[in-house]
């Protein structure tokens, strides 16, 4: 088979992710905090998707890590 025939085999990193998700999370919170009355603090609001960003990027990386380990040919 040729390099074009081959299908492709790319996935979104981890990092593509995490961050598309942190993006949806604080559109939601902005928009939710707009139409409703709930209020929310700004402060522990951004640390918690700071740590939890944090934590997936980590938790991300290793999992690609191992899958890409697993999936090379030993030499």
Same mark, same amino acid.
């Given at each position: 088979?040729?390099?074009?025939?081959?299908?492709? /085999?790319?996935?979104?990193?981890? $990092?593509?992710? =995490?961050?598309?998700?942190?993006? #949806? %999370? +604080? !559109?939601?919170?902005?928009?939710?905090?707009?139409?409703?009355?709930?209020?929310?603090? /700004?402060?522990?609001?951004?640390? $918690?998707?700071? =740590?939890?960003?944090?934590?997936? #990027? %980590? +938790? !991300?990386?290793?999992?690609?890590?191992?899958?890409?380990?697993?999936?090379?040919?030993?030499?």
């Amino acid at each position: 088979m040729s390099p074009q025939e081959t299908p492709s /085999t790319r996935r979104p990193g981890p $990092g593509t992710i =995490v961050w598309g998700a942190v993006i #949806l %999370v +604080i !559109g939601s919170l902005v928009l939710l905090n707009q139409l409703t009355d709930i209020q929310f603090d /700004t402060g522990i609001v951004l640390m $918690g998707l700071l =740590v939890g960003t944090g934590a997936a #990027l %980590v +938790i !991300g990386g290793a999992l690609a890590m191992a899958r890409k380990d697993r999936t090379e040919p030993p030499s």
